[in-house]
């Protein structure tokens, strides 16, 4: 079993920036790709980053150039660093474990965190 763990959500103002992290552990494989997807009430789940097996990255339009997401393999670790935040970034960021593929979609994801609430005010 894989349990999957974010940590850094919190409340911060327009232009400010947060960082996500997410920690899996368990019985999990030794290379796979981690990634962000997000959230708001009524609303699908969306994708937002990714990282996979070989450092290559994936991004959503909406956050190029503002979120960087970066990995610590030997500690199963995956960083989302999300700058110049805007209101219309509020939401639950989920992390992902997808042990084939870019992690881009919610369908090739294997393992999900609980969510952590990142409210972004104006």
């Known amino acids: 079993q894989v349990q999957v763990v974010e940590s850094g959500g919190g409340s911060v103002q327009a232009g400010d920036s947060l960082r996500l992290s997410c920690v899996a552990s368990?019985?999990?494989?030794?290379?796979?790709?981690m990634g962000w997807f997000r959230q708001t009430p009524g609303k699908e789940r969306e994708f937002v980053s990714s990282i996979d097996r070989t450092d290559n990255t994936y991004y959503a339009d909406h956050v190029k150039g503002r979120f960087t997401i970066s990995r610590d393999g030997a500690k199963n670790t995956v960083y989302l660093q999300m700058n110049s935040l805007k209101p219309e970034d509020t939401a639950n960021y989920y992390c992902?474990?997808?042990?084939?593929?870019?992690?881009?979609?919610?369908?090739?994801?294997?393992?999900w965190g609980k969510g952590t609430l990142v409210t972004v005010s104006s």
């Open positions: 368990g019985q999990i494989r030794s290379r796979y790709t």
């Open positions: 992902a474990v997808a042990y084939y593929g870019t992690g881009t979609t919610t369908n090739g994801v294997d393992d």
